[in-house]
Each structure stands twice: as structure tokens, then as C-alpha cells.
């Protein structure tokens, strides 16, 4: 069983800059990919940036340039540095594992962000 936590969302002005943490306890981290998703209002869930366990990474094209998906295995954390923030980018951000060799797949209870002048 894997439990995630986010941290770090909140209120930021367009241009500004946020970064997102996701705790990890349970599992093997360094075995997992690791996400973040976004969810806006009246939206569906949809992938932000994937990172694997030999720290192969993906993103979506909204996010490329702006945001950085990193991972450091000693503490369990996965991060999301958001820079350039847009309105658009307003969402509940979740973190996202899944155990590459099963499969499984575990969220966060997610972290809002709002981009707002």
C-alpha cells in the first residue's frame, strides 16, 4: 500500500512561479512512476508530467518549458516546479504512483492552485 500527500499549491499570480511536493510512505518508491495530474472545474483529470523509475520523463504540452517533474528516491518526494503559471493553469493537482512491475496504481487527495491576478 502507498500513501501520497501533496503540498505546496495555493494562490499565485499569472507569471509566477509554485512548486508542488508529493510525499511518498509505503511501497518502494524508486520502483514507482511517479505523476502529477490536474483537474480543473468541469474538466477531466489529465496528465500534467511523468516521471519513471530510471527518471525517464514526459510531459504534457501545456507543460513543456514551464514545468519541471523531478524526484529525489532517498525522501520519498516527487516535486512539480511550475514557472510561467497561467490562468488556465487552475486545477487541483494530483500525485500519482504506479508500481511499474504490478501496475497499481495509488493518487493523492490532491492540491488546489490557483492562477489569479
Known amino acids: 500500500q502507498v500513501q501520497l500527500v501533496e503540498s505546496g499549491g495555493g494562490s499565485v499570480q499569472p507569471g509566477g512561479s509554485l512548486r508542488l511536493s508529493c510525499a511518498a510512505s509505503?511501497?518502494?518508491?524508486?520502483?514507482?512512476?511517479m505523476s502529477w495530474y490536474r483537474q480543473a472545474p468541469g474538466k477531466e483529470r489529465e496528465l500534467v508530467a511523468s516521471?519513471?523509475?530510471?527518471?525517464?520523463?514526459t510531459y504534457a504540452d501545456s507543460a513543456k518549458g514551464r514545468f519541471t517533474i523531478s524526484r529525489e528516491n532517498a525522501k520519498k518526494i516527487v516535486y512539480l516546479q511550475m514557472n510561467s503559471l497561467k490562468p488556465e493553469d487552475t486545477a487541483v493537482y494530483y500525485c500519482?504512483?504506479?508500481?511499474?512491475?504490478?501496475?497499481?496504481?495509488?493518487w493523492g487527495q490532491g492540491t488546489q492552485v490557483t492562477v489569479s491576478s
Open positions: 516521471i519513471t523509475s530510471d527518471a525517464g520523463t
Open positions: 509505503g511501497g518502494i518508491f524508486s520502483m514507482n512512476t
Open positions: 500519482k504512483a504506479v508500481v511499474e512491475f504490478s501496475r497499481v496504481a495509488y
